[in-house]
């Protein structure tokens, strides 16, 4: 574990579906991140949040909606995704915003 | 936002020292340089960060030149678990959280 933790690890949902990606860190962080990783592409930052304040969101289509209820918690939460929004979604926290980042393991999502 | 080049992909043997180059020739004074490692099916792991000349943790050293247009990720003896994707990223306090991944460099390590 590296302080970060990410539920669920694999998920499959339908193009109708919601669902929730779950975030977590107990490292005292006071920023918290969403990237998303697809095939062949390299890491696109999503979401930020710092000191539970959104940061950025970098033109994210709206079935993508992040929620941070407290410092150490980050939710994505999800609604009628399309098959190319399948990829591996990681959560990161830092300590202000050039530090190490510490990323989770991630969220392998498959929509179908 | 300075931008990275780094080699698409690397080979090297098992107890071998392997040097990683990252261009950054836009970096800015207030930028620093990180390191990480990505293993498969996993996030990426932070390895190590330095802002000048050499830095050195348990993992790897860092080299960065005079004029920190580049940097190199040095990995002593390296095994078969080192096999992964390393990425260099720049940036720093005015960097408002934006860094900028490339494709990182996939280091092969055969027996």
């Known amino acids: 574990e590296t302080g970060v933790t990410q539920t669920p690890r694999h998920l499959v949902m339908g193009m109708t579906n919601k669902k929730s990606l779950k975030c977590e860190q107990h490292l005292g962080h006071n920023a918290m991140y969403w990237y998303k990783q697809s095939a062949k592409k390299p890491l696109e930052l999503m979401f930020v949040y710092s000191l539970e304040e959104r940061v950025e969101n970098n033109s994210v289509p709206s079935r993508f909606s992040p929620e941070c209820p407290n410092s150490s918690h980050l939710f994505l939460h999800l609604h009628t995704l399309q098959p190319e929004d399948s990829a591996l979604y990681l959560c990161a926290s830092s300590q202000d915003s050039y530090y190490g980042y510490t990323f989770g393991s991630g969220t392998r999502l498959t929509v179908v | 936002l300075a931008k990275t080049t780094q080699p698409i992909s690397m080979d090297s043997y098992e107890g071998q020292e392997v040097n990683i180059t990252c261009s950054h020739n836009?970096?800015?004074?207030?930028?620093?340089i990180t390191w990480y490692q990505q293993l498969p099916s996993q996030g990426p792991r932070f390895i190590i960060q330095?802002?000048?000349?050499?830095v050195t943790n348990e993992v790897a050293s860092l080299f960065i030149p005079a004029d920190r247009k580049s940097s190199t990720l040095s990995l002593p003896r390296v095994s078969l678990s080192d096999t992964a994707v390393y990425y260099c990223?720049?940036?720093?306090?005015?960097?408002?959280?934006?860094?900028?991944w490339g494709a990182g460099t996939k280091l092969i390590i055969k027996p």
């Open positions: 836009n970096i800015a004074t207030n930028d620093y």
């Open positions: 330095g802002y000048k000349t050499k």
């Open positions: 990223l720049v940036g720093g306090m005015d960097s408002n959280y934006q860094l900028i």
